[in-house]
C-alpha cells in the first residue's frame, strides 16, 4: 500500500467462485441493504400498516352491516380479502424504490459493478418480501382484536400465509418490471398502484361475487385475485379447496415466470438519463 | 500492455430515438494521464462515459478499456474500472461505512477485505467522524467524497469522473481536484467530463472539446489556447486624446492587428513575449506622458477556445444544447 492510501498497492482482485454463488451471495448483501433501512425510516412501515387497517375498519363497521355472507361472520369472510389487498398493495414499494434507485443514479453504479445483474432485482424482491411478512402479522393480529376467528389449524393457516407470501413475492416482479420501465417515480408510484384497484375491489375481497352484476361476476370470479383470496379464504375457514388452491399458485408461479426475465431484461438496459 | 491505450473509442454512435447523442466520437488515452472531455450540457460526454463503463451498448463503433472490449469483455472490465457519476450514487439510509463495505462485497471482495477497505477510504476521505451516520445527514461536498471513495474500492487503474465538482462550492471543487492529482501521481489513468473549462485546464494532459456527439477539438490546454492566438496586452488610457499616441508607441510590439475602441479608450494589442514586454511597454509610455487607468498581460482561456471553435460560449451554449436533446440534432452518416 502506498503512501496515499487512495489506492492499494495492487489492484483488488474478485473472489473466484461460481456465477451461481454470486446470483445468492449478491442478493443478501442487497437485501441486507434493505432491511436494516426499514427501523431507520419507521414511517414507511407505519403508513404501509395503517392504510390496510383503516380498510379493516371500514368494512368491519361501517360497510360490514350492509353485506350479507353466507355461512361465516362477515370480519371472518373479510380478513382473508385484507390479507391479499395487503400484500399486493404492499409489493409496489417494489418498483418505487427501484424507481428511485434509478432516478439517483444508484442503478448506473451497481450496474457497472462486477456483481450478479439479477441480485439488485432479488435482492429488493426478498427484503419486500420479508417486510411484507411482518406486514401480515401485525394485520393478523388486529384481524383478532376486531373480531376475526379463524377456523381450522395450524397447519391451514400456514398454509394461507404461505399462499399469501408468494403472492407478495409474484407481485414484486409485476412491480419492478413498472418501475423499471417508466420514466419518474412518480409515475412508478401511480402506474404501479391504478391497475391494482380493479384487480382488488372488482374480486371477492369484500363482497360475496354473486352480489355483482352478471358481466362484473364473470371477470371477478376468473381474475387471479380472487382465487387467490377464495384460497386464502377457504384455508382460514377449514374448508380449504384443492382446486381452487392449486390455481392460485400456478397464477403465482406463471407471473414469476413471465416477470423474473422480463425485470431483468428491463434492468439490463435501462440508465439513468 | 504499456503500448495499449488506457482507453480508445473509435467512431461511437448512439441515439436516443431520434436524437443522435454521439455521432462518431473518437478519443485517445494514454496510461496514467487525465483525459477531459469538455463540453456543454447534452454534448454527449455522460454518454461517452456510459458507453466507455459499460452501463450502455454503442450503436456503432468499438471501444475499449485496458485492451478490453466495452462490450464483448465488459464483465472482466467491471472488476477493473471506477466510475463516480454526477449524483453522489450512494445510499442515504445506510452510513458511509454501510455503502462502502456494501459495495465492496459487490466488487467481490471478502468481508475482511471489505471492511478493511471501507475504513481505510474514510479515514482517507476525512469521514471517520461521519462513517457511523446515515448518508441522508451528509453535506454535499461529503456525499461526493464518499461517492468517490466508492469508486476507488477495489483501486481501479481506470477511474472514470462524470463532472465530479459539479455543484460543489469551491472549498469542495479544491479538495476534489487535489484527490484527483494525487490519484494521476500514483498512475490512474482518469477520464473526467467538465462544463468548466477552468477545470480540464487545471486537470488534464490532453481535452477533447466535446459538441453536439463528436469531438470538435483535441490537444493539451495549450495547443487548444494556441489555435485561438497568444498572449495580448489590453490596456486603458485615462485621457481619450492619448490613444493614438499610444497606438504609435505600441505598434513597434504589436505581433498583428491592434484593437482600438475609442469609446471605451482601450487597446488590444497581439504580442509574442508578453512579460519581457510589459516593462518596456509601461516605460515607453511613461516617457510619452500617457497615464494608463488600467493595464493587462491577457491569456487566452478555454472559454476563448470554446469560443472560437462553437462561435459561442459554453456557458451559452448550455441552453440551445438542451432543447437540441428533444429536437433531432445534426443527421450524421458518418
Redesign the interface.
Known amino acids: 500500500m ?1 503512501s ?5 498497492a ?6 473466484a ?1 461460481p456465477s451461481l454463488y ?1 446470483t445468492f ?2 442478493a443478501l ?2 437485501a ?2 434493505h432491511l ?2 426499514i427501523p ?2 419507521p414511517e414507511e412501515l407505519v403508513f404501509a400498516t395503517i392504510q390496510p387497517i383503516m380498510f379493516v375498519l371500514l368494512f368491519r363497521y361501517v360497510f360490514g352491516g350492509a353485506i350479507a355472507v353466507s355461512g361465516t361472520t362477515y370480519v371472518n369472510f373479510l380478513m382473508a380479502g385484507i390479507f391479499v389487498q395487503t400484500v399486493i398493495f404492499g409489493s409496489t414499494t417494489t418498483g418505487i424504490g427501484l424507481a428511485t434507485d434509478l432516478q ?3 442503478v ?8 450478479a445483474k439479477s ?1 439488485v432485482l432479488t435482492g429488493r424482491t426478498l427484503a419486500d418480501l420479508i417486510r411484507n411478512t411482518f406486514v401480515v402479522i401485525v394485520m393478523w393480529i388486529v384481524g383478532l382484536l376486531v373480531g376475526f376467528q379463524p377456523q381450522g389449524n395450524v397447519l391451514f393457516w400456514l398454509a394461507a400465509v404461505g399462499i399469501l407470501l408468494l403472492t407478495s413475492f409474484a407481485f414484486s416482479w409485476i412491480s419492478a418490471t413498472i418501475g423499471l420501465a417508466v420514466r419518474s417515480v412518480e409515475a412508478a408510484q401511480s402506474a404501479g398502484f391504478i391497475w391494482l384497484f380493479p384487480l382488488t375491489f372488482a374480486s371477492s375481497a369484500f363482497v360475496p361475487t354473486q352480489s355483482m352484476p352478471a358481466w362484473l361476476r364473470t371477470f371477478a370470479e376468473h381474475q387471479p385475485v380472487t382465487l387467490i383470496i377464495n384460497a386464502v379464504r377457504g384455508l382460514l375457514l377449514n374448508h380449504p379447496d384443492a382446486s381452487t388452491i392449486w390455481q392460485a399458485i400456478a397464477w403465482c408461479v406463471g407471473i414469476l415466470v413471465v416477470f423474473i426475465p422480463l425485470a431483468v431484461w428491463a434492468y439490463g438496459r435501462r ?3 | 500492455m504499456s503500448n495499449t491505450p488506457a482507453i480508445l473509442a473509435e467512431g461511437l454512435q448512439k441515439h ?1 430515438g431520434k436524437t443522435q447523442a454521439l455521432v462518431g466520437l473518437d478519443l485517445v488515452a494514454e496510461q496514467g494521464s487525465v483525459l477531459g472531455l469538455l463540453g456543454p450540457n447534452g454534448a454527449g460526454k455522460t454518454t461517452a462515459v ?1 458507453i466507455l ?4 451498448r454503442p450503436d456503432a463503433g468499438r471501444a475499449e478499456v485496458l485492451g478490453l472490449d466495452v462490450v464483448k469483455h465488459a ?1 472482466a472490465l ?4 471506477g ?1 463516480a ?10 452510513t458511509g461505512y ?1 455503502n462502502l463495505e ?2 465492496g ?6 468481508g475482511g ?1 471489505a471492511r478493511r ?1 471501507a475504513n ?2 474514510l ?2 476521505f476525512d469521514l471517520v467522524d461521519a462513517a457511523r451516520r ?1 448518508v441522508k445527514t451528509y453535506s454535499g461536498g461529503m456525499r461526493r467524497r464518499l461517492d468517490l471513495a ?1 469508486s ?6 481506470v477511474l472514470f469522473l462524470d463532472e465530479p465538482t459539479t455543484g460543489l462550492d469551491l472549498r469542495g471543487r479544491l479538495g476534489m481536484w487535489e ?1 484527483i492529482s ?2 494521476v ?4 489513468t482518469v477520464l473526467l467530463t467538465t462544463q468548466y473549462l477552468e477545470e480540464a485546464d487545471q486537470l488534464a494532459d490532453q481535452i477533447a472539446v466535446v459538441d453536439h456527439g463528436r469531438v470538435i477539438a483535441n490537444g493539451t490546454a495549450d495547443e487548444l489556447k494556441a489555435q485561438v492566438g497568444g498572449e495580448r496586452l489590453e490596456l486603458t488610457v485615462t485621457r481619450g486624446g492619448d490613444l493614438d499616441a499610444a497606438v504609435q508607441a505600441l505598434r513597434p510590439y504589436s505581433s498583428g492587428e491592434l484593437q482600438v475602441d475609442a469609446d471605451r479608450r482601450h487597446l488590444v494589442v497581439p504580442v509574442t513575449r508578453g512579460a519581457q514586454q510589459l516593462a518596456e511597454v509601461v516605460r515607453d509610455l511613461d516617457a510619452e506622458q500617457i497615464p494608463l487607468d488600467d493595464l493587462a498581460l491577457r491569456r487566452p482561456t478555454l472559454d476563448d477556445v470554446f469560443l472560437a471553435l462553437t462561435g459561442r460560449a459554453a456557458e451559452e451554449a448550455e441552453l440551445p444544447a438542451k432543447t437540441a436533446a428533444t429536437q433531432p440534432l445534426v443527421r450524421s452518416t458518418r
Do not use: C
Open positions: 502506498n496515499s492510501a487512495f489506492r492499494t495492487e489492484i483488488l482482485k474478485p473472489q467462485r454470486w451471495a449478491d448483501v442487497l441486507k441493504r436494516i433501512q431507520r425510516i439517483r443514479g444508484l448506473d453504479r451497481f450496474r457497472s459493478l462486477p456483481m441480485a440508465t439513468a438519463r | 436516443y456510459r463503463t459499460t452501463l450502455l464483465d467491471r472488476a477493473r474500472i466510475l457519476g454526477q449524483y453522489a450514487a450512494v445510499d442515504e439510509n445506510l454501510e456494501m459495495f462485497r459487490l466488487y467481490h471482495l471478502s477485505v477497505r481505510e477510504l479515514a482517507r446515515t466508492a476507488l474500492i477495489i483501486s481501479p487503474p484527490v494525487t490519484l501521481a500514483d498512475g490512474t
